[in-house]
């Protein structure tokens, strides 16, 4: 029984609205939450179901696509003079490929860290935990696969002009090579950013370019390493003899691997899942 005490509480809905605006108002704020968790679970549910095949092959798929953003953005910098402010524009190449993969529904490894965990955190099982090691296994391979592919083939001039590989060689010889506990702290960044993405999509209505254009843009703002676009630098760098391959795979792709889980699955998805869990238990 509502008494009315109740009712001049202030986070109860106002009494001048009806009983159809008060379960409006409930489904826009106090169930909210829990809404876009649930959307993002059974986004991991369904992507935790897929064959292993179809998996690989679209990790594959997104290597390829996010690789874009290292070609948009040597494309840009060759119309661009060498100045202090040259990096704000030809960065804006770099979320061309996360708009192409992550609008296109292709398996972005980065993204699994909180859509695939979700259904793991609900229902903590060994099938459960079995299958997300199944599926980040075939995504980040199919992932490091494709960017390794597009690097192979611009390292070899064939998609790229000789000219345009030396522009990408100068754009990424000025990035110092980090020590990998460096790169481990700026994949956690990074890792939190993406999985930001996919919890943020499913309010995004209609403004979804803008969410992927905008965080991703922060990512290479902020120099973070994001595992796939950063491997595909780094893969690039090692096929053009200008690194090794342990410090291509060892110093950069591993530790950024790492950071990105512990920023995607180890703080977003972690608080995200305990906020749901928080509001369903009513703690304060």
């Known amino acids: 029984m509502q008494t009315k005490a109740d009712d001049d509480r202030p986070d109860q809905p106002h009494e001048d609205l009806d009983a159809q605006e008060v379960r409006d108002v409930e489904e826009r704020s106090a169930g909210s939450s829990r809404v876009v968790h649930e959307v993002v679970r059974l986004q991991g549910e369904e992507e935790l179901d897929r064959p292993a095949l179809a998996l690989t092959l679209s990790g594959i798929a997104a290597g390829l696509g996010i690789a874009l953003s290292l070609m948009c953005e040597l494309f840009l910098r060759s119309h661009l003079p060498d100045t202090d402010w040259a990096p704000l524009v030809y960065f804006l190449g770099y979320p061309v490929g996360y ?88 994949g956690i960044p990074a890792g939190f950013i993406m999985a930001a993405i996919a919890w943020v999509l499913p309010n995004a209505k209609g403004s979804e370019f803008w969410v992927i254009f905008v965080l991703t843009y922060v990512i290479a ?41 512990i920023g995607g699955t180890g703080l977003f998805a972690v608080l995200a899942h305990g906020q749901m869990r928080s509001d369903l238990s009513g703690d304060p």
């Not at 995504?139 to 390794?148: R, S």
């Not at 060892?250 to 691997?257: M, Q, R, V, W, Y």
Request: glycine share 8%; charged share 10%.
């Open 99 to 186: 708009l192409i993969v992550i609008m296109g529904r292709l398996q972005l490894f980065t993204e699994s860290t909180v859509t695939a965990v979700l259904p793991v955190a609900t229902a903590p099982t060994g099938a459960n935990l079995a299958r997300l090691a199944r599926l980040w296994s075939c995504v980040i391979i199919g992932n490091l696969a494709g960017v390794t592919l597009v690097s192979a083939l611009m390292a070899g001039e064939v998609i790229i002009t000789h000219e345009q590989r030396l522009i990408a060689l100068d754009i990424l010889d000025k990035l110092e090579l980090q020590p990998w506990t460096r790169t481990l702290t700026l």
């Open 221 to 261: 703002l902020g120099g973070f390493a994001h595992v796939v676009t950063g491997s595909s630098q780094a893969t690039f760098l090692w096929l053009s003899g200008s690194i090794d391959a342990r410090e291509a795979w060892l110093e950069f792709t591993l530790p950024a691997l790492l950071g990105n889980i």
